[in-house]
Nanobody, 125 residues
Framework: QVQLVESGGGLVQAGGSLRLSCKASGRTFSSDGMGWFRQAPGKEREFVAAITWSGRWTYYADSVKGRFTISRDNAKNTMYLQMNGLKPEDSAGYYC??????????????????WGQGTQVTVSS
């Protein structure tokens, strides 16, 4: 069974940085796209970033473009989200997701079969 475990969230001041990690386990991964989503209280889950299996192609929401960087280390079955220049509006639960056998990942939540439990990011002003 596929499991995804996020880590790295926390409380940071505006302008600061955090690095989120998502460790995947439970199968031999190949051609699996992965992504990050976030959800604030009372709001829908929204796309943040996605990355192809090879890591060659990455996609970002306009709201984070230029500040966040998604990457992955397939040898470690781990995906990362480097978040710089954090703003209070970035505060949310951050969730990693995996799409089996889909090398070019979706920007929609329904394009993913597996989800982590989430890690909270809070940015103070």
């Amino acid at each position: 069974q596929v499991q995804l475990v996020e880590s790295g969230g926390g409380l940071v001041q505006a302008g600061g940085s955090l690095r989120l990690s998502c460790k995947a386990s439970g199968r031999t991964f190949s051609s699996d796209g992965m992504g990050w989503f976030r959800q604030a209280p009372g709001k829908e889950r929204e796309f943040v970033a996605a990355i192809t299996w090879s890591g060659r192609w990455t996609y970002y929401a306009d709201s984070v473009k230029g500040r966040f960087t998604i990457s992955r280390d397939n040898a470690k079955n781990t995906m990362y989200l480097q978040m710089n220049g954090l703003k209070p509006e970035d505060s949310a639960g951050y969730y990693c997701a995996l799409s089996l056998g889909v090398s070019d990942p979706s920007q929609r939540p329904d394009g993913y079969e597996y989800w982590g439990q989430g890690t909270q990011v809070t940015v103070s002003s």
